[in-house]
C-alpha cells in the first residue's frame, strides 16, 4: 500500500504550469495525443485527415473532426488544396517547443500516467 502512495503522490505532483494547462486544452483525448505526436515525429508532414488516420491508426472521420477543432485552436495549421483540406503543425516556434518537450517528457512512465489521468479526466477516451 506503500509504493501506491507513493506512486498516487508522484503522479499528482505538479507538471509544468504551461504543458499542463495546454494539455488540458488541446490533448484531451487519445486521439488528439496520437495525432500530435505522429506530428511531432513527422514535423514536415502535410496530409489529409484521411492519411492522417491511416498513419495513427485511427478512424478517418474522428481524425477528420480532431485535427480540424486542433486547427482552429491553433495547434495545427489547414490549407485548402482542391478539394482536399491539408494538416499541417503549427509553425509558432514556442508552441512546437512545447509540443516537443511535451512529447519528450511523455517516454517517462511516471509523466505518461499524469498525461492519461488528464485525458481521462477530460472525459476524451476516443
Known amino acids: 500500500m506503500e509504493s501506491y502512495n507513493n506512486l498516487m503522490s508522484d503522479i499528482m505532483d505538479e507538471m509544468d504550469p504551461r504543458m499542463l494547462e495546454f494539455i488540458k486544452q488541446h490533448v484531451t483525448t487519445f486521439t488528439r495525443w496520437d495525432i500530435l505526436r505522429f506530428f511531432h515525429e513527422n514535423p514536415n508532414t502535410q496530409d489529409t485527415a484521411e492519411n492522417l488516420a491511416r498513419y495513427v491508426g485511427r478512424a ?56 492519461v489521468y488528464h485525458i481521462l479526466r477530460a472525459g476524451g477516451q476516443q
Not at 481524425?63 to 491553433?74: D, L, N, R, V, Y
Not at 508552441?95 to 509523466?111: C, G, M
Open 60 to 115: 478517418p472521420d474522428v481524425i477528420c473532426q480532431e485535427a480540424q477543432e486542433m486547427a482552429e485552436e491553433g495547434v495545427f495549421r489547414s490549407v485548402k488544396q482542391g478539394e482536399h483540406i491539408i494538416y499541417l503543425l503549427t509553425d509558432n516556434p514556442d508552441l512546437r517547443r512545447l509540443i516537443s518537450d511535451l512529447v519528450e517528457a511523455a517516454r517517462d512512465r511516471t509523466f505518461r500516467m499524469k498525461l
